[in-house]
């Protein structure tokens, strides 16, 4: 069974940093990409960051691009998100999904 679990949100000050966690299980990391998502109130869903299966090719929205990185660690079967130079428009829930599969999301909250 496929399962993922977020961590990592918190509050922060514009221009601060987080780093979210996403635990997995059943699956590999060369079968398929995982991806980060994002979903503020009233807005649509967003794709923020996206690592893929095989070599690990990383693919950013122009929202993120030059802040956040995508990593995972295999051994540890969890992919992180690296958020700098936060910003209020970054607030969201952030989710990882694999294969259509997401976790149940972890609330970033940047003040100004």
């Known amino acids: 069974e496929v399962q993922l679990v977020e961590s990592g949100g918190a509050l922060v000050q514009a221009g601060g940093s987080l780093r979210l966690s996403c635990a997995t299980s059943?699956?590999?990391?060369?079968?398929?990409?995982v991806g980060w998502f994002r979903q503020a109130p009233g807005k649509e869903r967003e794709g923020v960051a996206c690592?893929?299966?095989?070599?690990?090719?990383?693919y950013y929205a122009d929202s993120v691009k030059g802040r956040f990185t995508i990593s995972r660690d295999k051994a540890k079967n969890t992919v992180y998100l690296q958020m700098n130079r936060l910003k209020p428009e970054d607030t969201a829930v952030y989710y990882c999904?694999?294969?259509?599969?997401r976790g149940q999301g972890t609330q970033v909250t940047v003040s100004s």
């Open positions: 059943g699956f590999s990391y060369d079968d398929y990409a």
């Open positions: 999904e694999y294969n259509g599969v």
């Open positions: 690592i893929s299966s095989g070599h690990g090719d990383t």
